[in-house]
């Protein structure tokens, strides 16, 4: 699988009745999996499917030096970092650019990529 990392919601997602995707609220953690298609494939609160990945902003990647607390050196990011996620989702950074262009309006959730087909889809 393609690489993975820890990100908070944005927005939030409620997933398609009956499908593989994954529904969460915004500020949940998200780990994401799999990034290699216009959906990715993520757990949160330990449920898995696919989530469309403009609805998160990234908190860090797994393996990664993790920021050093209280003077000590730092190690690296094994699990997520429950804490992180209310202070990313409260920054005021712009959004991941995505393929369509411009990130979406502040307050209104981006467009959906293509629905990721499931093993009923013919």
Known sequence: MASHGVFAAVFTYQ?????????FNEGDEVVVLDQSGDWWYATCQGREG????????????????????????GGTLE???GAQVSAAVGEEEALPQRAGGAPPATGAPPPLPARPKTGQDS
């Open 50 to 73: 696919w989530v469309p990945p403009a609805f998160l902003r990234p908190i860090a990647q797994v393996g990664e030096a993790a920021p050093a607390q209280g003077g000590e050196e």
């Open 15 to 23: 997933a398609e009745e009956g499908g593989s995707e994954l529904s």
């Open 79 to 81: 699990a997520p970092v």
